[in-house]
């Protein structure tokens, strides 16, 4: 799959972005329970500001994704996303940074990446063959929470010297990497870009996921456990400071076994290529994550703890990533745009509001609780939906 010059250069260039960006995931949420003195609801406003802005602005990205050009574009909100890492580090090394503050620039944040995602996504198909796209979605899939694994132990390992600023400036200068892959790579134009007014083109988009037999009951599955299931972003540091007693090396090699997690059921999902079995996949993949993050809950020390995260991370990629490539292989190539700006709300508008709640209930009754009634709630969902399907079909 990297032997196509055009998207080994652009997956290379995500990666090392993608590095910088979960070094400065972990520094910033650990900034914002210091401003607030160790408040979990401060993390979730940061979330949920980020989720409003993919509520707002999502859909119009994937209907602008499909109507201009998709390198351009994604220049211009890298560009942008660039200069918000650089004033937070400003920002930081000043010493005026506020918790209003990063709940600002993570709204201006989510409104960039509303364009961003759904035209990254529908990038892809134009850099490879038809014949090798369910791959290449596999393996664009796991490049963000494959960083996971690098990312979070470079923050852990550089927060004592870097501090939170330098954190941040780095990630700034990780995003080098991707505006140079996307100067570099030359994708071929095409004439599939839509021509209809946004409103109808949004419209048309969802009623190609509602028409499908199989797709909305399988992202039912996926937004349960997006809403559902507590971020590392914030389920993490909570955890690992309050119940765990972690210090910032050993929390950041907690985040980097979750990605370890999904680099592992990322790989081993891009080698199945049968279409019939990725439903089952899915479901399968729900309820063993499910168990996963109960034994997360369960955990008292470092090592079970740990363990239970990288499973964690091997099934949440098995049910996010078959349903980026159902969602990419079962709709109109023109809609593709429209489509992945689906998955882009699931991912970031439905889990920073569903991070909120969560919030609000580990403040109330601790991440143990709420971690373990989040596994219990997306388990069951998978297998209602599991005998749904198996009533339908018998």
């Known amino acids: 799959m990297l032997r196509h010059r055009d998207f080994r250069l652009l997956w290379l260039g995500l990666v090392g972005s993608a590095i910088g960006t979960w ?6 949420a650990l900034l914002v329970l210091e401003l ?30 499909d109507h201009v050009d998709k390198r351009r574009l994604l220049l211009t909100t890298q560009t942008f996303c660039m200069g918000l890492a650089t004033l937070l580090g400003v920002l930081t090394s000043l010493h005026v940074v506020a918790v209003w503050m990063v709940v600002v620039l993570a709204f201006l944040q989510g409104t960039a990446l509303s364009f961003d995602q759904p035209t990254r996504a529908a990038l892809v198909p134009d850099l490879v063959p038809q014949e090798e796209l369910l791959n290449a979605v596999s393996l664009q899939s796991i490049v963000f ?20 600023a330098g954190l941040f400036f780095a990630n700034a200068l990780s995003f ?17 870009r839509t021509r209809t007014p946004t409103p109808r083109a949004i419209g048309e988009g969802l ?9 909305p009951w399988l992202l039912a599955v996926y937004g349960a456990l997006l809403f559902f299931g507590p971020s590392p972003a914030l389920l993490l540091p909570v955890m690992g400071t309050r119940v765990l007693h972690l210090d910032a090396v050993r929390l950041g090699v907690l985040f980097a076994a979750s990605g370890a997690g999904t680099v592992v059921g990322g790989l081993a999902l891009a080698s ?16 063993l994550w499910s168990v996963a993050l109960s034994g997360f809950s369960a955990s008292r020390s470092f090592a079970p703890a740990l363990g239970s995260l990288l499973f964690v991370g091997v099934f949440q990629v098995g049910v ?38 969560a919030a609000a209930v580990i ?15 997306v388990a069951a969902t998978a297998l209602g939906v599991a005998t749904r399907r198996s009533a339908r079909t018998a």
């Open 36 to 65: 607030s003195h160790g408040s979990a609801l401060a993390l979730g406003a940061v979330a949920l500001a980020q989720a409003l802005a993919f509520f707002a602005f999502s859909l119009f990205g994937g209907a602008v994704a």
């Open 207 to 215: 009623a190609a996921v509602r028409a499908d037999a199989a797709l």
């Open 363 to 377: 403040g109330r009754f601790g991440a143990p609780f709420t971690a373990a009634t989040c596994a219990a709630v």
């Open 23 to 28: 070094m400065q995931i972990v520094a910033q």
């Open 272 to 287: 199945i290529h049968h279409p019939s079995r990725k439903a089952r996949i899915l479901l399968t993949s729900a309820v």
């Open 145 to 164: 929470t494959g960083a996971s694994t690098l990312g979070p132990a470079l923050a852990g390992l550089t927060m004592p010297v870097l501090g939170y």
């Open 176 to 192: 080098l990497a991707i505006l140079g892959a996307l100067l570099a790579i030359h994708p071929p134009s095409t004439g599939a």
């Open 320 to 357: 996010s990533a078959t349903a980026i490539t159902l969602l990419q292989t079962r709709v109109p190539r023109q809609m593709s745009g429209r489509v992945m700006s689906i998955n882009t709300l699931l991912i970031m508008g439905v889990r920073p509001l569903g991070d909120f709640a």
